[in-house]
């Protein structure tokens, strides 16, 4: 139980930095988390720490009641544990996302920028198809009864994948009409 305290504790810490970081901050210029992740879709951290406390009392809930299956705990415990790491990761990236480009003017990224986005990108089509791979063993390999929720899960890798997908793609074409645009492109 002293890890559900600590968590507690973490969550309550994470609140007060989203707080002060949406004060000097306020909003983003689109919403700072992927739907999956956070179904607010909130340009502030505030309400996604708040989403992610009621993920975790979510577990505690289910659990008390004895309502908590593996499955769903599996479940609810990686979206906690990923929730976290996107607010963490938020709030470690305040202060380069202080300084870093607006939308408006994204065409005008660096090229060196856009490769290092290509890159990332390539890495989570990897990571994702990875993951497809996995949901789909496992909607082969279920019972029945877990069968619906495995075949959600499934569904939510691959419109994941097709997005990253698409997002990549959008970046070859960047590259490539920057490249044509200006051959002896410097990587400015």
């Given amino acids: 139980m002293s890890k559900f305290s ?12 989203a707080a002060q970081r949406d004060r000097i901050k306020g909003e983003h210029h689109q919403a700072l988390f992927d739907e999956h992740l956070f ?17 975790f ?18 479940h609810l415990t990686q979206l ?16 380069i996302r202080h300084n870093e480009i607006k939308h408006s003017s994204h065409y005008r990224k660096p090229i060196s920028e856009l490769y290092q986005d290509l890159s990332q990108h390539q890495e989570w089509e990897i990571r994702l198809r990875d993951l497809v791979f996995q949901k ?25 994948l097709e ?11 960047q590259i490539t009409f920057r490249e044509r645009q200006n051959p002896s492109n410097d990587y400015n």
């Fill in 39 to 55: 179904k607010c879709r909130s340009r502030l951290l505030v309400p996604c720490v708040s989403e992610t406390k009621s993920t």
């Fill in 57 to 74: 009392e979510s577990i505690i809930r289910e659990q008390q009641a004895d309502r908590l299956t593996q499955l769903r705990a599996e």
């Fill in 136 to 160: 789909t063993n496992q909607v082969n390999t279920c019972s029945s009864y877990e069968r619906a929720q495995a075949q959600k899960d499934l569904l939510l890798a691959e419109q994941r």
């Fill in 163 to 173: 997005r990253c997908s698409a997002a990549k793609l959008k970046i070859e074409k």
């Fill in 6 to 17: 600590d968590l507690a504790n973490k969550l309550e810490e994470l609140s007060k930095q």
């Fill in 80 to 95: 906690l544990l990923s929730q976290l790491a996107a607010i963490q990761r938020e709030l470690a990236t305040q202060n």
